[in-house]
């Protein structure tokens, strides 16, 4: 089965993008990352990231007609984007909602998910891990 991983705004810029938060990994390594722990636990990964807040709608959509599920990285998006809420409750394959940083040990208008309530679960603040955790959720989830 295939599990989507989307990714939002700014996250074409991880590895340069304020490193001391988000590391130094690029998406392309993240993106490794998650097709190697797809093949141990016999997903296939359709990787993407846009800037573009109703391309991941689209993809939501998508996903909804042709995946099993779905881990995403909204970003900053996460924290305004009723678009996402009504998508991800749009649709009937689990959603897990991750974050490289820890959002609630930041600025105070990171600590409210817009989509949080819409999806099965939250993973934030692990680095890079936050993505092999969130495939492991759906792992533990899925059939
Ligand atoms: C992020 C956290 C968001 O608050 C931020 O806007 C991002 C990245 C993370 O992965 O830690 O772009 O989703």
């Not at 998406?27 to 093949?39: H, K, M, N, Q, W």
């Not at 800037?51 to 007609?65: F, M, P, Q, R, S």
């Not at 930041?106 to 949080?116: D, G, L, N, T, V």
Request: net charge negative; glycine share 10%.
């Amino acid at each position: 089965s295939t599990i989507f991983v989307l990714n939002g705004p700014n996250l074409n810029a991880l590895g340069k993008r304020e490193p001391g938060i988000y590391g130094g990994h690029t998406l392309a390594d993240i993106e490794v990352l998650c097709r190697t722990e797809g093949e141990k636990l016999g997903f296939a990964i359709d990787f993407r990231q846009t800037n573009h807040e109703g391309t991941l709608v689209d993809w939501i959509h998508e996903a909804g007609e042709t995946a099993a599920g779905i881990a995403i990285n909204a970003g900053a998006y996460t924290h305004t984007s009723i678009a996402l809420h009504d998508a991800i409750r749009a649709i009937a394959i689990p959603v897990v909602e991750l974050h490289l940083s820890n959002v609630h040990a930041r600025e105070e208008f990171r600590h409210k998910s817009m989509i949080a309530p819409a999806v099965k679960g939250v993973i934030c603040g692990f680095g890079e891990q936050s993505y092999i955790l969130a495939l492991n959720a759906l792992k533990s989830i899925t059939k």
